[in-house]
């Protein structure tokens, strides 16, 4: 090791939390070195694994197999990569609770080096806290390219909604998505009663899944002119004596409509 290394390497500390004595993958970021266990990097990224396949050059060890040739994360934090890392080493196992700034980070380094299972995994996380402001949502998962397949329910959700878009949503929408959403919420309005201004409700008798299809044909580049599918009174009246039928025997079957629990009580005694 040369005097400059050695000056270099006495520079740095080793992380406090994830700086394994087992660990045969060394990094470095923001001044820290960590030492982890290569198994997680090859295992869920292509791009990893690529990286720790290559050969070394001819006298010199493979990057990343010590303290002194570590591979370096210019444009990582140490606190970043320690919130990426808290997935593979999380103490609670199958309990992942975490703020929503912490899935936006890991979801970030997860995008950028290629961990398809870790995205997955920010996703669902997402998915499960109710409290993420819609609109911060979908800037979310269209900055990190997810699948649309998550995104148009999002989309469903933001034009069906009475109130339109205020003008920090539309900000952080940006202009693109705003202008999508506001053609999609026009078009799916065009039937509807004039709004007070404040409010755009949706035309009677339009469900999500009518929505749904309207956004990925639209999103697809099809021109097609909004039809929604319309109940006919007929369909209606069916529906409403399924109803009825499926009330009447839930009562029978509770007891409420007839003597039923009470003769089983009686019965009993």
């Keep these: 090791m040369s005097n400059q290394e050695d000056h270099n390497l006495k520079a740095v500390q080793q992380n406090s939390k994830y700086y394994y004595r087992g660990g045969d993958l060394h990094l470095l970021a923001d001044g820290q070195l960590?030492?982890?266990?290569r198994h997680f990097f090859e295992q869920d990224s292509d791009k990893w694994r690529g990286k720790l396949s290559q050969p070394a050059s001819p006298g010199k060890q493979p990057e990343g197999t010590s303290d002194s040739n570590a591979i370096m994360l210019p444009k990582v934090s140490a606190s970043d990569l320690e919130r990426f890392l808290w997935v593979f080493y999380n103490p609670t196992?199958?309990?992942y609770e975490a703020s929503f700034e912490d899935w936006s980070t890991i979801l970030r380094l997860a995008h950028t080096w290629a961990?398809?299972?870790?995205?997955?995994?920010c996703v669902r996380q997402l998915e499960a806290d109710k409290d993420i402001p819609i609109v911060d949502r979908i800037v979310l998962?269209?900055?990190y390219k997810i699948n649309e397949a998550v995104l148009i329910p999002r989309y469903v959700e933001l034009c069906s909604r009475d109130e339109l878009l205020t003008e920090a949503e539309a900000t952080n929408l940006g202009i693109s998505t705003t202008v999508?959403?506001?053609s999609l919420r026009e078009r799916l309005r065009s039937s509807a009663s004039p709004s007070d201004?404040?409010?755009?409700?949706?035309?009677p008798g339009l469900d999500a899944e009518d929505i749904a299809s309207f956004i990925r044909a639209?999103?697809?580049?099809?021109?097609?002119?909004f039809s929604p599918t319309k109940k006919s009174p007929t369909d209606k009246k069916d529906k409403d004596k399924k109803?009825?039928?499926e009330e009447a025997f839930k009562g029978r079957s509770n007891g409420i409509n007839g003597d039923s629990t009470g003769g089983l009580n009686k019965q009993k005694t």
């Design 197 to 203: 201004g404040s409010k755009s409700p949706l035309p």
């Design 34 to 37: 960590f030492r982890v266990h």
């Design 93 to 95: 196992y199958s309990l």
């Design 141 to 143: 998962y269209q900055t």
């Design 180 to 182: 999508m959403i506001c």
């Design 218 to 225: 639209t999103m697809s580049g099809a021109s097609v002119p």
């Design 115 to 121: 961990f398809t299972q870790v995205k997955a995994l």
């Design 243 to 245: 109803k009825d039928k």
